[in-house]
Structure formats: structure tokens, C-alpha cells
């Protein structure tokens, strides 16, 4: 089955830097690539997804870069600020189980003022 | 649009009680997820319904474990004997259809805060 690998755990950045995390998949098959956010106490919601068919969405100040060859995505936030502080998760699912998201461990982002 | 609603909120309770959890989907969404979460083990799959049916629930940790979905507005997972490592974040969510067609993505509730004395 698949596995998802999310790194790094933890991630301080100052305040209007950019912010990168990594996720790897082990499932040749996953072709959708979902990024919650967690906030302190709250749901995890949806923030960007990309399919398996582009290799780079964005959305604002965030974007997301897939390189199915090596099997890894990515999130990128720019210009990062307070309210970027919090846990994401990064998600794989592949298409013979479309109907089953796998998870990473979750990355904790902290904006340094 | 009130959301996927979870009942309670929190819960703190004695090893060994029977603990049941609610959950309320979206109206209209066909897909209901319940997930676990820990510190140590993050976010875990439990079981997942389509149109009121179980169709994948070997996330379920064991047989204390059970969910069912009576009807397209209401699940719930019970926890019976209850112990101290089933303390966590459970959260339920819905999707319309599969996350992936159509853009729609699953919709989280708030989650019960369970503690297992």
C-alpha cells in the first residue's frame, strides 16, 4: 500500500521568507496530491491540491510542484506570515483506491515575528 | 452550510466505559470518514462509508472498535471496552464524491477530544 513520507517535522521561518515542505510516495499509482493546514485546535482543511497529470499549481502565495519520476511533491509558501503557523499535511492517493487518502505525519510551521 | 457536526466535543471517561461518537455530514455528501489522530501515529484512516455502506475498515484498530451509518445524516464509532491509548482527536469528515473528481475535497468536523483515564 502507499506510504507517505513528510518532512521536516518542525519548520521556523521569519516572517516573509519562504517556507518549503517535502513529502515522498511510494506508490507509483498515486495520481492526487491533496495539502491540508491544521491550525491550533481546528479541522484540518483543505489549502491546494494537484493532480498527477500538471507538475506545479499555485494558488496565491502558495504553490505546489510534483515530480512523479522521483516520486516527491512539494509546498511552498512565500512572503510567509503569522497566520501561515501551523500543522500541514501533506496526502497521496492512488488511483486504484481513489476513494482513500494516505497522510503524512504533518509538518508544524512556525512564523517567527 | 453548517458543516460535518461531531458530538461531543470532548469526552473524558474511565477505562473500560463504552464511549460512542457522533457524527453529522454535509447534507448531499455520499462519502463519510471517521480518522484518528495522535502526536505519535499523526493522522490515521479508521473506516469510511459510501452511501451508508462500511466500505473499507481496516484502519479500525480492533474489535473494540465499531461504526455504523444508519442513514445518510448520522454515524457514529464506539469504542467498547474503552482504554488509556485510545485517548486522541477523532474527527469525521464528508466529501460529495471522491476528493479528486470535481475538486471536492473532504470536509473536516471540529473532532471529539477523547481522554481515557
Known amino acids: 500500500g502507499e506510504n507517505v513520507e513528510q518532512h521536516p517535522s518542525t519548520l521556523s521561518v521569519q516572517e516573509g521568507d519562504s517556507a518549503v515542505i517535502k513529502c515522498t510516495y511510494s506508490d507509483s499509482a498515486s495520481n492526487y496530491f491533496p495539502w491540508y493546514k491544521q491550525e491550533l485546535g481546528k479541522r484540518p482543511q483543505l489549502i491546494i491540491d494537484?493532480?498527477?497529470?500538471?507538475g506545479e499549481k499555485k494558488d496565491q502565495r502558495i504553490a505546489v510542484t510534483l515530480n512523479k519520476t522521483a516520486k516527491h511533491f512539494s509546498l511552498h509558501i512565500t512572503e510567509t506570515q503569522p497566520e501561515d503557523s501551523a500543522v500541514y499535511f501533506c496526502?497521496?492517493?492512488?488511483?486504484?483506491?481513489?476513494?482513500?487518502?494516505?497522510f503524512g505525519k504533518g509538518t508544524r510551521l512556525h512564523i517567527l515575528p | 452550510d453548517a458543516g460535518v457536526i461531531q458530538s461531543p466535543r470532548h469526552e473524558v471517561t474511565e477505562m473500560g466505559q463504552e464511549v460512542t461518537l457522533r457524527c453529522k455530514p454535509i447534507s448531499g455528501h455520499d462519502y463519510l470518514f471517521w480518522y484518528r489522530q495522535t502526536m505519535m501515529r499523526g493522522l490515521e484512516l479508521l473506516i469510511y462509508?459510501?452511501?451508508?455502506?462500511?466500505?473499507?475498515d481496516s484502519g479500525m484498530p480492533e474489535d473494540r472498535f465499531s461504526a455504523k451509518m444508519p442513514n445518510a445524516s448520522f454515524s457514529t464509532l464506539k469504542i467498547q471496552p474503552s482504554e488509556p491509548r485510545d485517548s486522541a482527536v477523532y474527527f469525521c469528515?464528508?466529501?460529495?464524491?471522491?476528493?479528486?473528481?470535481?475538486?471536492?475535497?473532504?470536509?473536516f468536523g471540529d473532532g471529539t477530544r477523547l481522554s481515557i483515564l
Open positions: 496526502a497521496a492517493s492512488p488511483w486504484y483506491r481513489d476513494d482513500k487518502i494516505i
Open positions: 469528515a464528508s466529501s460529495l464524491s471522491f476528493p479528486r473528481d470535481g475538486n471536492q475535497p473532504q470536509h
Open positions: 462509508f459510501n452511501n451508508n455502506v462500511p466500505i473499507d
Open positions: 494537484i493532480r498527477s497529470n500538471v
